[in-house]
């Protein structure tokens, strides 16, 4: 699966070319196949696949919802995500749970 652009992936999406629970999944199984990589803290699976099947479902009633439409992020681990742990990869703030959402992810998830 490669991406040209958002806009050619969100015609592929249009067409049924690919739907977003499908580019999750694929992309799940690319950071599961290269874990040794270490380059994720931690991965969102489950809320993943919820959020694209919503999308999936939203798309069909309405299209397209918006510029980053299905498109996958990845989220540093210095960014603030409400109810999600963020350690800044340091040892010192293992276990502490973000109170709030930066306004990256904020507009993010707009």
Same mark, same amino acid.
């Given at each position: 699966? *490669?991406?040209?652009?958002?806009?050619?992936?969100? =015609?592929?999406?249009?067409?049924?070319?690919? =739907?977003?629970?499908?580019?999750? $999944?694929?992309?799940?199984? &690319?950071?599961?196949?290269?874990?040794?990589?270490?380059?994720?803290? &931690?991965? +969102?699976? &489950? &809320?993943?696949? $919820?959020?694209?099947?919503?999308?999936?479902?939203?798309?069909?009633?309405?299209? #397209?919802?918006?510029?980053?439409?299905?498109?996958?992020?990845?989220?540093?681990?210095?960014?603030? +995500? *409400?109810?999600? =742990? #963020?350690?800044?990869?340091? *040892?010192?703030?293992?276990?502490?749970?973000?109170?709030?959402?930066?306004?990256?992810? #904020?507009?993010?998830?707009?």
């Amino acid at each position: 699966m *490669k991406f040209q652009s958002i806009s050619k992936y969100h =015609t592929d999406l249009l067409n049924g070319t690919y =739907t977003c629970l499908s580019t999750v $999944q694929h992309f799940l199984f &690319e950071i599961q196949s290269k874990a040794h990589l270490n380059a994720f803290v &931690e991965v +969102y699976t &489950e &809320e993943a696949l $919820q959020r694209a099947a919503f999308l999936d479902s939203e798309r069909s009633k309405t299209g #397209i919802t918006g510029k980053l439409h299905g498109v996958i992020v990845a989220i540093k681990d210095v960014i603030c +995500y *409400k109810d999600y =742990t #963020i350690t800044a990869s340091s *040892k010192i703030l293992s276990g502490f749970t973000s109170i709030y959402n930066a306004t990256a992810v #904020i507009k993010l998830l707009r």
